[in-house]
């Protein structure tokens, strides 16, 4: 069973995580896209957990970490996020990680690689794009949604859109019913427009972009976070067949294979 617990970092929010593994090995942070929890990855850390150590968190205002009271805009940028990890990470002394992120996750993981170059060893991401500048006809009906229904009617239309497998759906309405409406409504509006190019243009750390052949509305976006990318000598594009925006979730197996698989080659490269 997940061990959780809880630690209120010096950003002020109580952040849930769930820490196992091997003590002295490699850490591995998987961050779970909007909406969801650490609950996302809990067959990753049952996997990865007999060869690294493992953290799961859950983000402000989602799962059981705390959410800000009267929340404005700003309170739920991607920076407020990522540096709630980065509080994490040092509260728990841990200097350096492999950074796995989904959709939203994978934002804080390139805002964490904007704010401290040196704690990620390397970028996994899937579900992400680099670069995005939502159209207001999709920004708003998202928007009365959220209002309307709540995080329970978000739930029911990501697990509609976001996955075929039923098991899945009903993992993902779940997942939203424990997060806050306030979270869902302010991290949607601000990140409909957004540009990491810059910031990933700059690194050179290995970097591995998982592609999920049903993620569509991702996929016809990736143009350019490839073009950037592949600047990148230590860059891995990865296609995941059978597989939509949350594949860790719908193909465990082949998405932990293809994971492990990039990892130990890394773990090979730094010990020679």
């Given at each position: 069973?997940?061990?959780?617990?809880n630690?209120?970092?010096?950003?002020?929010?109580?952040?849930?995580?769930?820490?196992?593994?091997?003590?002295?090995?490699?850490?591995?942070?998987?961050?779970?896209?909007?909406?969801?929890?650490?609950?996302?990855?809990?067959?990753?850390?049952?996997?990865?957990?007999?060869?690294?150590?493992?953290?799961?968190?859950?983000?402000?205002?989602?799962?059981?970490?705390?959410?800000?009271i009267?929340?404005?805009?700003?309170?739920?940028?991607?920076?407020?996020?990522?540096?709630?990890?980065?509080?994490?990470?040092?509260?728990?002394?841990?200097?350096?990680?492999?950074?796995?992120?989904?959709?939203?996750?994978?934002l804080?993981?390139?805002?964490?690689?904007?704010?401290?170059?040196?704690?990620?060893?390397?970028?996994?991401?899937?579900?992400?794009?680099?670069?995005?500048?939502?159209?207001?006809?999709?920004?708003w009906?998202?928007?009365?949604?959220?209002?309307?229904f709540?995080?329970?009617?978000?739930?029911?239309?990501?697990?509609?859109?976001?996955?075929?497998?039923?098991?899945?759906?009903?993992?993902?309405?779940?997942?939203?019913?424990?997060?806050?409406?306030?979270?869902?409504?302010?991290?949607?509006a601000?990140?409909?427009?957004?540009?990491?190019?810059?910031?990933?243009?700059?690194?050179?750390?290995?970097m591995?972009?998982?592609?999920?052949?049903?993620?569509?509305?991702?996929?016809?976006?990736?143009?350019?976070?490839?073009?950037?990318?592949?600047?990148?000598?230590?860059?891995?594009?990865?296609?995941?067949?059978?597989?939509?925006?949350?594949?860790?979730?719908?193909?465990?197996?082949?998405?932990?294979?293809?994971?492990?698989?990039?990892?130990?080659?890394?773990?090979?490269?730094?010990?020679?």
């Amino acid at each position: 069973m997940m061990k959780i617990e809880n630690a209120r970092v010096n950003t002020g929010i109580r952040i849930e995580y769930s820490l196992s593994g091997i003590e002295n090995n490699e850490t591995l942070v998987f961050v779970h896209g909007l909406g969801a929890n650490l609950h996302q990855f809990e067959l990753q850390q049952q996997f990865f957990a007999k060869d690294y150590r493992v953290l799961l968190v859950s983000l402000r205002g989602h799962g059981g970490s705390s959410a800000p009271i009267y929340p404005a805009r700003a309170d739920y940028t991607v920076k407020k996020l990522s540096l709630d990890v980065q509080a994490l990470l040092r509260h728990l002394e841990i200097k350096k990680v492999q950074f796995v992120g989904n959709s939203l996750g994978g934002l804080v993981g390139y805002k964490l690689l904007e704010l401290d170059s040196d704690l990620l060893g390397s970028l996994t991401t899937f579900g992400t794009t680099l670069k995005l500048h939502a159209s207001k006809f999709i920004q708003w009906p998202l928007s009365i949604v959220i209002r309307l229904f709540g995080p329970k009617g978000m739930g029911w239309l990501v697990s509609k859109t976001g996955s075929k497998d039923t098991a899945v759906r009903a993992e993902l309405g779940g997942m939203y019913e424990t997060v806050s409406k306030d979270a869902l409504e302010l991290i949607t509006a601000n990140i409909a427009d957004y540009d990491y190019t810059g910031t990933i243009s700059g690194h050179r750390i290995p970097m591995l972009l998982i592609r999920n052949s049903l993620d569509t509305e991702i996929n016809k976006n990736l143009d350019t976070t490839l073009a950037v990318l592949r600047e990148n000598p230590d860059f891995e594009l990865v296609e995941l067949p059978g597989a939509g925006h949350f594949a860790n979730m719908e193909v465990p197996d082949d998405f932990n294979e293809i994971l492990g698989r990039v990892l130990s080659r890394e773990s090979i490269k730094n010990n020679l």
